[in-house]
């Protein structure tokens, strides 16, 4: 397998922890050289309920975070490795043979309609290399709109894996924020609250796609059964629990690129 130089994009408004350490630490792991990338070149934070490892996820009824995974996550958060992403707009897809995104709900304020991360995935799509999205990073695919395509998405006629809308933190009275873990004055993240969060990723893809395409949407998807999709270009995953296997299916796909 040749060495791959990967550009890896993160939120800078609350990363789901495991959404970002996993695919990072799988990628590296394989050997590939790693950049990581943010919206304001901050070192990205991870939403703190996911490195909580006695949070229980109100809609599905079940803990979402291993403690195992809440300790590495922290231990990257806490450590350098992540202290000196390079900005979005300082990045050029003909460095890089792959863009990752990962998701959070953060991604959805400050990647889904990122003006400098839309042009990185463009370039990368008319240079033919690999784009992953993961979560609501996906949003960013959604709202990425191709002139050659009468102004469609990017991924339109692709199979693409989303959140499942009844997965969504929705309903009466609901406030979401986002606090961070490791949050400084410099780097505190936002301050917005939302009536739960932003928009059903489900629906947006499945109108993206199109009547050709395909939207999964594995609302039985778990750490066993985990949920992502390959169409080239694209590597889209479900949510946390499809992390890793996201992170495997790029690795697998890299391996077999020139």
Same mark, same amino acid.
């Given at each position: 397998?040749?060495?791959?130089?990967?550009?890896?994009?993160?939120?800078?408004?609350?990363?789901?922890?495991?959404?970002?350490?996993?695919?990072?630490?799988?990628?590296?792991?394989?050997?590939?050289?790693?950049? !990581?990338? #943010?919206?304001?070149?901050?070192?990205? %934070?991870?939403?703190? &309920? +996911?490195?909580?490892?006695?949070?229980? *996820? =109100?809609?599905i009824?079940?803990k979402t975070?291993?403690?195992?995974?809440?300790?590495?996550?922290?231990?990257?958060?806490?450590?350098?490795?992540?202290?000196?992403?390079?900005?979005?707009?300082?990045?050029?897809?003909s460095?890089?043979?792959?863009?990752?995104?990962?998701?959070?709900?953060?991604a959805?304020?400050d990647?889904?309609?990122?003006?400098?991360?839309?042009?990185?995935?463009?370039?990368? !799509?008319? #240079?033919?290399?690999?784009?992953?999205? %993961?979560?609501?990073? &996906? +949003?960013?695919?959604?709202?990425?709109r *191709? =002139?050659?395509?009468?102004?469609?998405?990017?991924?339109?006629?692709?199979?693409?894996?989303?959140?499942?809308?009844?997965?969504?933190?929705?309903?009466?009275?609901?406030?979401f924020?986002?606090?961070?873990?490791?949050?400084?004055?410099?780097?505190?993240?936002?301050d917005?609250?939302?009536?739960?969060?932003?928009?059903?990723?489900?629906?947006?893809v499945?109108?993206?796609?199109?009547?050709?395409?395909t939207?999964?949407?594995?609302?039985?998807?778990?750490?066993?059964?985990?949920e992502?999709?390959?169409?080239?270009?694209?590597?889209?995953?479900?949510?946390?629990?499809?992390?890793?296997?996201?992170?495997?299916?790029?690795?697998?796909?890299l391996?077999?690129?020139?």
């Open positions: 397998m040749s060495k791959k130089k990967v550009l890896i994009c993160a939120t800078n408004y609350g990363t789901w922890g495991e959404e970002l350490q996993a695919p990072w630490d799988i990628i590296k792991a394989a050997g590939h050289d790693v950049t !990581l990338a #943010t919206p304001l070149g901050k070192k990205p %934070l991870p939403l703190a &309920v +996911s490195v909580d490892s006695d949070f229980l *996820d =109100p809609v009824n079940a975070n291993p403690p195992e995974v809440c300790k590495r996550i922290k231990e990257l958060t806490d450590g350098t490795e992540w202290n000196k992403p390079i900005k979005f707009k300082d990045a050029k897809m460095d890089y043979d792959c863009i990752v995104l990962t998701g959070g709900l953060g959805m304020i990647m889904a309609n990122n003006w400098n991360l839309h042009k990185l995935i463009v370039d990368a !799509l008319r #240079t033919n290399k690999l784009v992953g999205a %993961l979560c609501y990073s &996906v +949003s960013t695919l959604v709202f990425l *191709d =002139p050659q395509l009468d102004m469609k998405s990017v991924i339109y006629g692709k199979k693409i894996a989303a959140h499942p809308a009844s997965w969504d933190f929705y309903g009466p009275d609901w406030d924020t986002y606090d961070l873990y490791g949050a400084t004055p410099d780097n505190k993240g936002t917005v609250h939302t009536p739960g969060f932003l928009w059903p990723m489900e629906h947006l499945r109108d993206a796609v199109g009547p050709n395409g939207c999964v949407s594995n609302y039985k998807a778990n750490r066993a059964n985990p992502v999709c390959f169409d080239w270009p694209f590597v889209t995953g479900t949510s946390v629990e499809s992390s890793i296997a996201y992170g495997k299916k790029i690795v697998e796909v391996a077999t690129l020139k």
